[in-house]
């Protein structure tokens, strides 16, 4: 299996589903479809611009999804429900109702348990998906990647409690505040109109102004004893810079709570790597060398280093270029060793075909892949 542009994915055999952006909706294209055309021009306009496909190059490439099917389902539906019920909310000036709130509590709890037991896994791409419903994607994605970091890093070192002592004890509730944190870390967005958010060009003073007051308020909207301090923290601090240039409120450092300092490498990630209305998604290569690029000025370092630890640059079955100018697909990432993938060669320098084989870059020391620059 390997990611293919849709452009030039005609003739190719779908090797997944390709799922509707919308919960509960069926998928656009079913596995196994052989790509015409015009599937290719009706992905392309629903804003798919990559898809899995099987073929004779990526035979035996397998690429494992971060997140089971059932729990995917399982948040987008106490998402969609929370984010319908707190305009509502706000309107009636009622907290979240209770049944929600434990829903979100449940699925965090379902996603934290998945990324624990996906121990040495490597963070694969996730399946791309139509970029409308973007908030509601970008959530679970964000407490999927911001879970898997938070796993390892507690797991090495415990967890910031309230006082900013380590701890190790309650771990896996510590965990499932921050996952419930990170599903809701953009709820503030619902108040912010959605022509600004989708805006393709620049946003002028004004409209950023009344984006850059989306944390502050989130935590008004989920001003409710209901969820924890922090989770809180998650939404209001999210966008908090380690070198203090971040909103809403300028924090530097260790006044940035760990669960927020997480969220933000998660989130910087997930974004970078997805299509947006302004701009096609980057490369995972090019959201990596952001997160390395940001380390000690927008994010917590000791974060960017367990991220280094468990996101491959050049996932499996994706396309790269060695420096000597050949194309090859990575075919395995060795453990440990993320930057050093197997890799298929399949194209001379000159892009004219070759025989297929495989090189262990581990053991090739000499072979480089052509570095992406960060976005
Ligand atoms: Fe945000």
Redesign the pocket.
Known sequence: MRLAATRRAVGAKLARDVRSARPGALPLLRAGTTLTEEYCRALLEAGIRAVYVDDELSRGIEVTPTLSESTRTAAETALERAFREVPAALQGGDPLPEATLGELTEVAKLIAAEVAAADDAVVALADLAAADAYTLQHSIDVAVLGLILASRLFRDHGWLDGRARHSTIGVDDALVRLGVGLLL??V??LAVPQEILDKPTALDEHEWELVRL??AL?VELIATEQISYHSKAVIRS??ERWDGRGYPDGLSGERIPQFARIASVA?VYDAVTSDRPYRAAASPAAGHATITAGTGTMFDPEVVRVFRRVVAPYPPGTEVTLQDGRRALVAGVPPGRLDRPVVRVFADRNGRPLEPFELALLDHPELRIVPVAPV
Do not use: E, L
């Open positions: 870390h953009d503030g967005k989306h944390p989130g999210h966008h989130d």
